[in-house]
């Protein structure tokens, strides 16, 4: 759970979190674009060191840093496979250049976690409901997908409610063997789908009650407009696109295998 | 019995909810923890069979520390049935539903069986036996939650809200049933907001606010007290209601029992008479 609560929004004032959330998506995708290019650790690591500055100005690093936490065991488990990948395909060998290209597809991959928690951590669902609404996303569309996300932490805290009713009828989740802990979760999602299912027939009935759909046209009591520094984030976005293919097309990348 | 001591408890959100609660409730006892919305009462209930270990202080249940041992065998002792049936509902049948706590305890095959039929006749549900729990209605469904508590006949029986989606009939019988496991010995705990309920079956009332308890004592003391009720945004019984606007007259202020209540009032008008 603990990946899910490094990507929970909370509300507080700071730039970034007043950013136009189109533009950080712009920026989430460039940054996303950038790791895919390069498959170094030496770029990586810059693009790693990228978002530090937006973490600080939003004043977010404690949840920033839990979901780092939260994607550690993922890391760990995408270092090994690469890892063993290049031994057992290399005569059983372990060079450095195996263990340091295994740490870029594991930076890789942190590089594209933190982007994305950054992200979600400074924007609230509204605004990135609105930013659908007004990239012309029909507003169907754009409702399910805000409902989704707002019913993730309502879905948590459901979940632990069922756990510990069950846990109160002598049910023991972390009993036997791999099989059985499977079936164990039985009596825990059986009662988190149903009430999710009722739970969304209710909500369909109370917005239909209130009229939900009835015009073609809604309007918004807010609407997104760019300001000076969605400009400066496009800015910095386009700098770094610019500067990656740069790289990418004319500098050699060293690694750091050959300065040793 | 339960023995609390100093009781702290803080959620991972940093919410404080007990600040410092003891208490003891002893064998036998019923209880009624009452207070709004937010007061802690379901967070100090959580913590009698352990679903909820303390920050701080301690608690022992019939001289188990809860921090010792597991929710299971915890649970074997204290019984606790939560407020939303559907948190815990999931078996293809009401039968199956109730078997579900037995097995997990290790009971025989022919108990449970037994343990069934017992649980059902005792809450009305046994035309319900081979029915899916999710078409019964709500208040059905509440009774078979806590039918399948009931069944394993835990000392301690703890009910969060019980008295919610049930009618008057049902209500009554929920209160004779709670007398009926008093006289057996049973501890009972309940967790409540419906006054007209606590003070039909005038137990003892803890009355709790922002994590704290502000007061302890016999309901119909405690729910005759306007001053220490709307603390904690409760209103007073209606039958209170009515001896309290009566007591200029001469009317004593604490009733809360409708008998109780009748027989004053039968006793006033036949001394006017005379």
């Not at chain 1, 659908?132 to 632990?160: G, I, M, N, S, W």
């Not at chain 2, 704290?212 to 119909?220: L, N, Q, S, Y």
């Amino acid at each position: 759970m603990s990946v899910f609560d490094g990507l929970k929004f909370r509300r507080i004032k700071s730039p970034i979190h007043n950013l136009d959330p189109r533009m950080k998506f712009v920026y989430v995708c460039a940054a996303f674009v950038a790791a895919i290019l390069f498959g170094k650790l030496i770029p990586l690591f810059v693009l790693f060191l990228l978002p530090i500055p937006f973490v600080f100005l939003a004043g977010v690093q404690k949840e920033w840093l839990r979901s780092l936490r939260g994607a550690a065991f993922l890391a760990g488990f995408i270092f090994f496979v690469n890892l063993a990948s290049s031994f057992f395909t290399s005569n059983y060998t372990l060079t450095a250049a195996a263990v340091e290209n295994s740490a870029a597809m594991t930076l890789r991959f942190v590089v594209l976690v933190e982007s994305f928690s950054v992200f979600f951590l400074t924007t609230s669902p509204d605004h990135l409901g609105l930013a659908l609404e007004q990239t012309k996303v029909p507003y169907e569309f754009a409702f399910a997908f805000t409902t989704a996300v707002r019913f993730v932490p309502v879905l948590a805290e459901e979940a632990q409610t069922i756990m510990d009713a069950q846990k109160a009828r002598g049910l023991e989740l972390e009993k036997g063997g791999i099989l059985k802990r499977i079936r164990n979760y039985v009596p825990v999602l059986i009662p988190l789908i149903v009430s999710a299912i009722r739970r969304s027939l209710e909500l369909a009935e109370a917005m239909e009650s209130r009229a939900w759909g009835a015009t073609e046209k809604r309007t918004n009591l807010f609407a997104l407009r760019l300001h000076r520094g969605d400009f400066a984030l496009l800015a910095i976005t386009v700098g770094i696109l610019v500067v990656s293919i740069y790289v990418y097309i004319y500098v050699p990348i060293p690694t750091l295998s050959q300065f040793m | 019995m339960i023995e609390v001591e100093d009781l702290h408890f803080r959620y991972p959100n940093g919410v404080e909810a007990l600040k410092g609660v003891s208490l003891v409730i002893k064998r036998g006892e019923f209880v009624a923890i009452m207070g709004q919305n937010g007061a802690g009462k379901t967070t100090l209930v959580k913590h009698f069979n352990g679903l909820l270990k303390p920050s701080k202080g301690t608690i022992r249940v019939d001289g188990v520390a809860t921090t010792e041992t597991s929710v299971a065998s915890l649970s074997r002792n204290a019984g606790f049935v939560f407020q939303n049936p559907d948190h815990q509902l999931f078996s293809e049948t009401v039968e199956e539903e109730i078997a579900f706590a037995l097995k997990n305890f290790g009971f025989k095959e022919e108990t449970i069986e037994k343990r069934i039929t017992w649980a059902l006749n005792l809450l009305g549900l046994s035309k319900y036996r081979k029915t899916s729990p999710f078409l019964l209605s709500g208040g059905e469904r509440k009774r078979v939650a806590l039918a399948s508590v009931l069944a394993w006949d835990p000392e301690i029986l703890i009910l969060d809200e019980p008295t919610i989606g049930q009618d008057h009939q049902q209500k009554e019988k929920l209160r004779q049933f709670i007398i009926q496991m008093q006289t057996q010995g049973k501890t009972v705990v309940i967790v409540t907001h419906d006054v007209e309920f606590v003070s039909e079956c005038n137990p003892r009332v803890l009355l709790m606010k922002e994590g704290v308890i502000v007061a302890d004592g016999e309901g119909k003391k405690i729910l005759t007290t306007p001053e220490v009720l709307t603390k904690s945004s409760i209103v007073l019984p209606q039958i209170a209601q009515v001896f309290m606007k009566l007591a200029p007259l001469g009317f004593p202020k604490d009733v809360i029992d409708v008998y109780e209540a009748k027989e004053i009032l039968l006793r006033k008008l036949q001394e006017m008479r005379k």
